[in-house]
């Protein structure tokens, strides 16, 4: 499979389905360590993706292009923390996406992109129980499978099975950022929101890659 900026529609398109899927349990989440909103928040801004993409009369050219798109609509109307977090992701991601295709060294570089925008905007580290914690094992697990000469839908895969497990890994964690940290100690037993719909979004990817049926607009 080519993830060209057909295939990056599919997964953003994708993505949108996954997170209405998912949205209920994503306010399930929030609701036990935030203020229940997470869900409605990824719902809200991914719906008005979809739409942006529906009303272009042109699709966009490059990879770059739509993540760009994503990142302006997300900072616009997901609000919370999350917004301006995963605006800023997809914003360096977009960076490094000017190619017309990734292939797996551009995998890796638009997930380590990702990351940095997350921690330059929200100051978290790994260990902290927040989105962090799905993306820098991604992270990692993208580059070691990349370096190991994988394929480009299977440094996806490998960031998308170390996402999820980094989303099992936060409930024994303690908040130390953002609302949830005001729980304190019970903050601890809980999945973090954020790091389930960053998982989310990266299973959407390997899926995409793995299958041309998914994400289509039909
Ligand atoms: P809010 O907390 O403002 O209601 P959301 O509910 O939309 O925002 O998002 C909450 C998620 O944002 C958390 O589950 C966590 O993953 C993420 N988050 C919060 N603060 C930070 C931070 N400083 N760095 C990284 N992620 C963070
Ligand atoms: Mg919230």
Redesign the pocket.
């Known amino acids: 499979m080519t993830l060209d900026v057909a295939w990056a529609q599919r997964w953003v398109r994708r993505t949108a389905a996954v997170i209405g899927e998912h949205k209920n349990e994503l306010m399930e ?2 609701r036990q ?6 869900g409605e ?2 719902n809200r801004g991914f719906t008005a993706v979809v739409a942006k993409l529906d009303a272009l009369e042109e699709p966009p050219a490059q990879v770059g292009d739509l993540l760009k798109l994503v990142a302006t609509t997300l900072m616009s109307t ?6 301006p ?1 995963y605006g800023t992701a997809y914003l360096r991601a977009a960076k490094v996406a000017g190619l017309d295709e990734l292939d797996a060294a551009a995998v890796v570089a638009v997930l380590e992109a990702g990351l940095e925008g ?2 330059a ?4 580290t790994t260990g ?6 799905s993306w820098s094992p991604a992270v990692q697990a993208a580059q070691t499978a990349a370096a190991d000469g994988a394929a480009p839908g299977a440094v996806l895969e490998a960031a998308a099975q170390a996402a999820e497990a980094g989303v099992l890994a936060t409930v024994p964690m303690l908040a130390t ?4 940290s005001y729980l304190g100690e019970r903050s601890v037993g809980h999945r ?7 998982a989310l979004i990266l299973r959407a990817a390997a899926a995409t890659a793995a299958d041309p049926d998914l994400g289509t607009a039909a």
């Open positions: 989440l929030d360590i935030g203020d229940g909103d997470h928040n990824m997901v609000g919370g923390a999350a917004g977090l997350i921690v905007r929200g100051k978290a902290e129980k927040t989105m962090v914690d950022k953002g609302r949830a973090d929101p954020g790091a389930a719909s960053s």
